[in-house]
């Protein structure tokens, strides 16, 4: 069975940082995009950030300077690390294994909420 371990979430207040970490098998994590994605209530899920084998990144444009997303190959884990949090930034987060239209494999989700 797949399984992906996401940590990091928490309550943070606007102008925050946070930085979010998902772990899975080698051999899942070898050949797959590794991305996060976020859904809030009534929405559905979508992409924050993503990063193929080869390093190449992708955001939404919401995030763009302050979220970065990188891979470690020898830990199996992906980061996202989040820099001047915005209220609607918002909602769970979850980790997946697989490019944006693929089925792919996904964590269990983090919830990350920015209040003050």
């Known amino acids: 069975q797949v399984r992906l371990v996401e940590s990091g979430g928490g309550l943070v207040q606007p102008g925050g940082s946070l930085r979010l970490s998902c772990t899975t098998s080698?051999?899942?994590?070898?050949?797959?995009?590794m991305g996060w994605y976020r859904q809030v209530p009534g929405n559905e899920r979508e992409v924050v950030a993503d990063?193929?084998?080869?390093?190449?990144?992708y955001y939404v444009d919401s995030v763009k300077g302050r979220f970065t997303i990188s891979r470690d190959n020898a830990k199996n884990t992906v980061y996202l690390q989040m820099n001047s949090l915005k209220l609607e930034d918002t909602g769970v987060y979850y980790c997946?294994?697989?490019?944006?239209?693929?089925?792919?494999?996904w964590g269990q989700g983090t919830q990350i909420t920015v209040s003050s």
């Open positions: 990063i193929s084998t080869g390093g190449t990144t």
């Open positions: 080698r051999r899942l994590f070898e050949i797959s995009t």
């Open positions: 997946k294994a697989g490019g944006r239209w693929s089925v792919g494999a």
